[in-house]
């Protein structure tokens, strides 16, 4: 149960920012606002989807400019109606629809043309009044069950996506519109006519297909009007619906009888100077008639509701407003999930698209099967809870950073520093570097008769010279890859090997060899301070440096207050030994010891003198020491790129107890 914590931690993280944003988003769906995200999508999907052939079942007479400029008027006269209706009738059409107003006479020909009207295959239309308008009434002598609305609902950016099959001007009228007056009259010799719904005896039935109307919030909607019996309108394409001919095509006898026999007529104006043109799903997408004309979008209706009763084409289904829910949250965790487990910012993106496009595509096969669900909020769920955890991380691998930084301070070579950074999950719990049993390199530095120097230079100058020297030595650490863990005064503890976990022996071979050419390395720096130190009138120094390999125990110490890196255990005490051992047993420079522990890991890399078994302050047992002289002749180059990087890469991050020298090589 030792990943309990973090199980725990990555749950409440996970859990509590997908609740806040699926809840956020649905209370916006509420008021309205994820509306047009949705309805945008809506239409692409409409725009993507296949095509369907021309509807055989209608045809539509469109008034045209041309039309317009050869009678040489708008409106229209009632006799050049007449005449249009009387030619279609030679040709048995089994329903006329007249989608232009003639609510007053247009002379010539209004006789004519009443005549005409009082075919029972005829529908005619009107427009039901409203707030700013009286409406258009229908021409007189008309039967009610011919007559049809054409009103036509808009949604909020003026797009008609819906389509009104019935509607109730007062409390005691209630009309049908222009397109199912057209159907109904259509379906009538095959016997199917409307009634009452099975599920719902308010519902409208035709055939065994029973229309269920839109609710407020069916769909992506949340605000719409959902007045009157609505349904979301299908659009059968976006060009060529049916057969198309001209008013002037009709009248000059040039349309086949096969086009008209047995088929609902629609005749309405295309012509775009007259206004009758409308924005759909496919306008976005349209350059140059982004408007559909009202007699087509009547005719997409009337085509859909046949569609619908003979050719089994299903409405429009939409999920229950928990099932949307559920659904966004479940894309809205994804997006955590996806944050939160992936550690690179750039495969969160890759990651991220991938999962956009999965919901994509998984909505637009839903669609395909008149399914409309969300789209747009379960993708803004996605990105938002994603971005929302991808800073929390960024801010938390900030304070990893800051915490590390503290613990081991800024003096590690940038090797080592980015090995631990890259490291930092496995390395830092709660926190705190974990204690961890390691077998690393001790190295402890002294400067001789420090306490005599000391004395004789002024507190601020004996400061500032110090400090010269510890800036030289540490760069010579941080070279070779290792990390100092304090200072003492003029002194100082280097490790090599921390805190990674340094297990084979290759590995160990070159912590050890990195410690004891930094050593040498030091010595050399040493010799060019005293140079300069010596031209300057400053006081020259030698060095004592003691070095061990053995186990340890590295990670944090002390409380929350204060903390610090801290290496404990008997090889660091041996490593401080050997440092102030015989402290004036010294002839060189920079004097270098070593215990046999570090020796069996230079692999004749250096040159070293045998001082012999020792007993060491402190200490019960005889430490075999050795002075290390320099390099090994011909092993200069070989010595010196160990700090250069030309040896075995380190990569903490598969660092194990199970690693051996064939897996490291």
Known sequence: MANAPAIVTTILCIGITSTTITGILVGARQLGWGQQPELLAYDQMMRLRPDQPPDPRLLIVAITEADIYAQQRWPLSDRTIAQVLDRLQQYQPRVIGLDVYRDLPQEPGHQALSKQLQQPNVIVITQMPDDEDIGVAPPPGVPAQRIGFNDVFTDPDAVIRRGLLFANPDETTTLSSFSLRLALAYLRPANIVSRSGLSNPDHLQLGTVEFTPLEPTSGAYQTVDASGYQILLNYRTRRNLARQVTLSQVLNGQVDRQWIKDKIVLIGATARSLRDVHLTPYSAAETETPKMAGVMIHAQMT???????????????????????????????????????????????????????????????????????????????????????????????????????????????????????????RLLKSGKLPGQRLTATMLFTDIKNFSTISESMPPENLLEWLNEYLSAITQQVRANQGIINKFTGDG?????????????????????????????????????????????GLPTIQ???????????????????????????????????????????????????????????????????????????????????????????????????????????????????????????
Not at 349 to 356: E, L, M, S
Not at 513 to 530: D, F, I, R, W
Not at 602 to 617: A, D, N
Request: aromatic share 8%; proline share 4%.
């Open 492 to 536: 100082m503890l280097a490790v090599f090997g921390v805190p990674m976990n340094r297990t084979t022996p290759i590995e160990v071979s070159q912590d050890a060899q990195l410690a004891v050419n930094c050593a040498l390395a030091m010595g050399e720096c040493l010799q060019k301070l005293n140079q300069d130190w010596e031209q300057r």
């Open 543 to 665: 060095m004592r440096v003691g070095i061990f390999t053995g186990p340890i125990v590295a990670g944090s110490l002390g409380g929350k207050d204060r903390l610090e890196y801290g290496v404990i255990g008997d090889s660091v005490n041996i490593a401080s030994r050997l440092e102030s051992y015989d402290k004036e047993r010294q002839t060189d420079l920079c004097r270098v010891l070593i215990a046999k522990d570090t020796l069996v890991h230079l692999q004749e890399r250096f040159e070293v003198e045998h001082w012999g078994l020792m007993t060491l302050k402190g200490k019960h047992h005889l430490v075999d020491v050795y002075r290390v002289v320099g390099y090994a002749t011909g092993r200069e180059k070989s010595v010196g790129s160990l700090a250069m990087g030309n040896i075995l890469p380190i990569d903490p991050i598969n660092q194990s107890t199970e690693n051996d020298p064939s897996t490291s090589s």
């Open 303 to 425: 085509s859909q509701i046949l569609s619908t009763v003979l050719d089994h084409q299903p409405l429009f289904w939409f999920w229950a407003d928990w099932v949307e829910v559920v659904w966004i949250a479940t894309w809205t965790v994804l997006g955590g999930c996806l944050a939160w487990f992936t550690r690179h910012p750039l495969l969160v993106g890759v990651y991220g698209v991938v999962a956009i496009g999965g919901l994509l595509l998984t909505s637009y096969s839903m669609f395909l099967q008149q399914g409309w669900i969300p789209v747009a909020t379960p993708a803004i769920g996605l990105l938002m809870s994603a971005g929302v955890l991808v800073a929390y991380r960024a801010q938390q691998a900030q304070r990893q950073q800051q915490m590390m930084m503290k613990l081991l301070g800024q003096n590690t070579s940038p090797e080592i520093a980015s090995a631990l950074w890259k490291s930092r999950d």
